[in-house]
């Protein structure tokens, strides 16, 4: 089962899912983000790359509403939610994963699924049980397939590698049919073989899921990404192509150290 589509005329007038206008954020005299300004167009995968420090979650947390930005604004498809709590961001389609993992452990891969294809629908309060044949069973078993995790369907979670349990958290992000969906370092951890599989599961989603991949692995940013922007110090240091991106000499000598295969 494949997620559905934005629905005809869903977008129409707003020429980009995410536009961040002069956001800014200090805590006391640190300025994590100084003046940022993006634009993401609807169905784009845009990579966010910088070292440590260079601003990248401080940024997500202020797309998502979990830090308020200090200056500027964001806009969600044409909406100003600068003041939107993070729930608020949730229900207009925009999730997150995280880099510490949010896991319900004592359940298998379906049920952590399901809980989040019901906490995001409208029957979310209702008391009945599932039946084999309930769309939200068929939503948590299409994410599953997605994340390829078919083969571990019913395994408990804490039982999971540590590769497995970040393509559920994929899963669970991808829940509802979001309208952007924001990575926090996803491949941080993972093995070169689990790498791979992160790599192929990003690259098969559906081709209106537009998504913002925080990254410090440089190889696998630049393989699913259309975009790039590069971060240094809390302000905005490159934005390019994947290929402009790998061969800027600026971009090699701040974050390469001077080289890249």
Avoid: W
């Avoid at 790039?228 to 971009?251: A, L, S, W, Y």
Wanted: a negative charge; hydrophobic letters at 40%; aromatic letters at 6%.
């Amino acid at each position: 089962m494949m997620l559905d589509p934005p629905q005809k005329g869903d977008e129409i007038g707003n020429e980009y899912a995410l536009e961040l206008k002069g956001v800014s954020k200090q805590f006391g005299a640190l300025n994590a983000l100084s003046d940022i300004n993006i634009r993401i167009k609807p169905g784009e995968r845009r990579a966010v790359l910088g070292s440590n420090g260079a601003g990248k979650t401080t940024l997500f947390n202020c797309i998502t509403g979990d830090f308020p930005p200090s200056a500027g604004k964001v806009l969600f498809f044409g909406e100003d939610v600068t003041e939107f709590p993070a729930h608020e961001r949730i229900r207009r389609g925009l999730r997150r994963t995280y880099q510490i993992s949010l896991l319900f452990n004592g359940l298998s891969v379906h049920d952590n699924v399901y809980l989040a294809c019901r906490g995001v629908s409208r029957g979310r309060f209702s008391l009945r049980r599932p039946h084999p044949g309930d769309a939200l069973v068929q939503a948590a078993d299409g994410l599953i397939a997605i994340a390829n995790l078919e083969n571990v369907r019913d395994v408990m979670v804490s039982d999971l590698s540590y590769g497995q349990q970040r393509q559920l958290e994929i899963a669970l992000a991808l829940a509802g049919a979001p309208r952007l969906v924001l990575l926090d370092e996803p491949a941080a951890g993972l093995s070169p073989s689990e790498r791979k599989e992160l790599i192929s599961i990003l690259n098969r989603l559906p081709e209106h899921m537009g998504y913002v991949i925080i990254e410090h692995d440089m190889d696998v940013a630049l393989r699913v990404a259309d975009r790039v922007t590069m971060m240094h110090n809390g302000r905005i240091f490159k934005e390019g192509t994947p290929q402009e991106i790998e061969n800027d000499p600026e971009v090699q000598a701040l974050y390469l150290g001077g080289g890249h295969e």
